[in-house]
């Protein structure tokens, strides 16, 4: 069961950048929470987050997996992440962009964590049946 961080506990950035490589590769679903915490931030900012997938966790698609929608306040921020329909990513990692603007330092600064958590194949199994039911 994979359930670990994406971007590490009390990361700071100042600058667009990625986080490290997390192989999927091994996981029983295919489908995964994702949780983007913002911890601390500075007025007038954006933070951007998107995920990225690689088949061998050297050459990333440009194209991103998913984008948590743009994030300008402190919170938790759940996401879906489905890759059945990408057999073949083994690996996945976090790219963020980070923007500042109006008075004060240009400098933008953000601090926030992001992880990824498996979604066990049974839960899947009964929130389908339950789709179901319910059509």
């Known amino acids: 069961m994979i359930d670990t961080f994406l971007v590490p506990e009390k990361t700071v950035v100042s600058a667009k950048g990625d986080g490290a490589p997390v192989d999927v590769g091994g996981a029983a679903s295919r489908v995964f929470l994702l949780t983007l ?25 440009s194209k991103p997996l998913t984008i948590f929608p743009q994030k300008f306040y402190r919170g938790q921020h759940p996401l879906l992440l489905d890759l059945t329909r990408h057999p073949t990513v083994k690996f996945v990692r976090a790219h963020w962009e980070v923007n500042r603007w109006g008075r004060g330092t240009e400098i933008p600064m953000f601090e926030f964590h992001l992880t990824i958590r498996e979604v066990p194949p049974e839960i899947l199994k009964e929130a389908t049946a339950e789709a179901k039911a319910l059509a």
């Open 37 to 61: 915490s913002i911890s601390n931030i500075v007025e007038q900012e954006a933070l951007d987050v998107s995920i990225h997938g690689s088949a061998d966790g050297a050459a990333w698609e």
